[in-house]
C-alpha cells in the first residue's frame, strides 16, 4: 500500500474521518487516486490492485456500507462499460467515482427539505451523535423561522455531540446537552411534562433490508425508550445506506477510547454502533420520501438495483 492509502485507513481508524457520508466519500477519492497514479499497463493486474485497495480501506469501517456501496457502484460501472485498456478504465472509475458523489450530495438535497417538516413549532427534539444530515435538518428548520429546543446526547466515548451543540449553537439553536445515560429517562413521561419529547431525529450509518438501521451506541436505548413512551423516531439516512441482510457485522473499537489507563485485568466492550429495530421507527426520511422502514428495500430496488447485486 503506497502512503497516501495507508494515511486515509489510519484517518479512518482513527475517527479523523467520521460520519458515514464522509467516509464513503474518502474512501471513493481514495480509491480514484490511487487508481489514477497506478503505473500497471495490465488491465487485469491493475482491476486486481484496485480491488485490494478498496478492500483494504473498507476494512477500517466494517459498519459502514455506504462506503460499500460506492465502490461497488465504481466496480459495477467498471465491469459495465467493459473498458478495453488502463486508459478507458481510468476515465470509467474517475466519472463512476464523481457520479457517486454527485449521487449523495443529490440526496442529501433531497432530504432535508423533507426533514424539515415533520418539526413543528413548540417541538422539543431529541438527537443522538453527530449526523451531518440531522444537523442540517435541525438548522433548516431555524432558518424557515420555526421554534422549537433540542436536546443532544454527550455521545461517549468520542463526545461527538459536541460536534452537534456547538454547531447548534452557532444557528442560534436553542440547545441543551444530556448525558448519554439519562436520554432514556428525558423521553421518559418520569422527567416531567416540560422535558418530554415531541420528536427523536437520529441518523444512521445503515440501513438493513428488515428496515431496521445501525447507528451510534445508545440508539437503542432512546429507540426502546421511544416506542415504550410513544414518541414518534425518524431516521434521516439516504438509501445509499442500505445493506442486503438483516445484519451487518458490528464495529468494537479500542479499550482505551473508554479507560485509557485501565487496571490491567479489567476487559472493557467498546461496540461503536447498535440497533433500532424497524418497529421502533415512524419514518426514514430518504431521497424517496418519509418511507416507511418495510418500503426501504422496495424504494432500493428502483433508485439503485446494483446494490443488491
Same mark, same amino acid.
Given at each position: 500500500? &503506497?502512503?497516501?492509502? @495507508? ?9 479523523? =474521518? ?17 487508481? %489514477? ?7 487485469? =493486474? ?22 460499500? &456501496? ?6 459495477? !460501472?467498471?465491469? @459495465?462499460?467493459?473498458?478495453?485498456? =488502463? !486508459? !478507458? ?8 467515482? &464523481? ?10 438535497? $433531497? ?35 420555526? @421554534? ?11 463526545? !461527538? ?20 445515560? /439519562? ?25 438493513? /433490508? ?14 426502546? /425508550?421511544?416506542?415504550?413512551?410513544? #414518541? ?15 445484519? =451487518? $457485522?458490528?464495529?468494537? %473499537? ?15 466492550? &467498546?461496540?461503536?454502533?447498535? #440497533?433500532?429495530?424497524?418497529?421502533w421507527i415512524k419514518g426514514i426520511i430518504c431521497e424517496a420520501g418519509i418511507i416507511k422502514p418495510n418500503e426501504a428495500k422496495k424504494f432500493i430496488k428502483k433508485i439503485y438495483p446494483h446494490i443488491l447485486n
Amino acid at each position: 500500500m &503506497n502512503t497516501q492509502i @495507508k494515511k486515509t485507513y489510519h484517518n479512518l481508524k482513527t475517527i479523523k =474521518i467520521q460520519g458515514a457520508t464522509a467516509v464513503s466519500r474518502a474512501i471513493v477519492s481514495a480509491v480514484e487516486a490511487y487508481g %489514477r497514479h497506478n503505473s500497471a499497463r495490465n488491465l487485469d =493486474i491493475w482491476l486486481k490492485q484496485l480491488k485490494i485497495v478498496a478492500n483494504y480501506l473498507l476494512s477500517a469501517r466494517p459498519t459502514e456500507p455506504m462506503a460499500q &456501496n460506492g465502490v461497488k457502484f465504481i466496480f459495477y !460501472q467498471l465491469e @459495465k462499460h467493459h473498458p478495453k485498456n =488502463i !486508459q !478507458q478504465a481510468k476515465s470509467i472509475l474517475r466519472k463512476s467515482t &464523481n457520479q457517486f458523489i454527485f449521487i449523495s450530495e443529490n440526496a442529501a438535497k $433531497k432530504i432535508i427539505p423533507l426533514g424539515k417538516t415533520i418539526i413543528k413549532n413548540g417541538d422539543d427534539v431529541l438527537t443522538h451523535c453527530h449526523s451531518w444530515l440531522v444537523q442540517q435538518i435541525l438548522i433548516n428548520a431555524k432558518k424557515s423561522g420555526k @421554534k422549537f429546543r433540542v436536546f443532544n446526547t454527550e455521545t461517549r466515548p468520542l463526545y !461527538q455531540g459536541h460536534i452537534t451543540a456547538k454547531n447548534l449553537l452557532k444557528a442560534k439553536i436553542n440547545t441543551t446537552m444530556v448525558t448519554d445515560s /439519562s436520554a432514556g429517562f428525558l423521553i421518559s413521561h418520569y422527567s416531567g411534562k416540560e422535558l418530554m419529547m415531541e420528536k427523536i431525529i437520529i441518523g444512521a450509518d445503515a440501513v438493513l /433490508s428488515d428496515g431496521s438501521v445501525i447507528n451510534k451506541i445508545g440508539s437503542y436505548a432512546i429507540g426502546a /425508550s421511544a416506542f415504550l413512551e410513544k #414518541v414518534p423516531l425518524y431516521v434521516a439516512a439516504p438509501l445509499l445506506k442500505f445493506y442486503p441482510r438483516p445484519w =451487518i $457485522k458490528i464495529e468494537q %473499537r479500542s479499550a482505551k477510547e473508554v479507560w485509557p489507563n485501565a487496571p490491567k485485568k479489567l476487559k472493557i466492550i &467498546n461496540f461503536a454502533f447498535d #440497533v433500532v429495530p424497524a418497529k421502533w421507527i415512524k419514518g426514514i426520511i430518504c431521497e424517496a420520501g418519509i418511507i416507511k422502514p418495510n418500503e426501504a428495500k422496495k424504494f432500493i430496488k428502483k433508485i439503485y438495483p446494483h446494490i443488491l447485486n
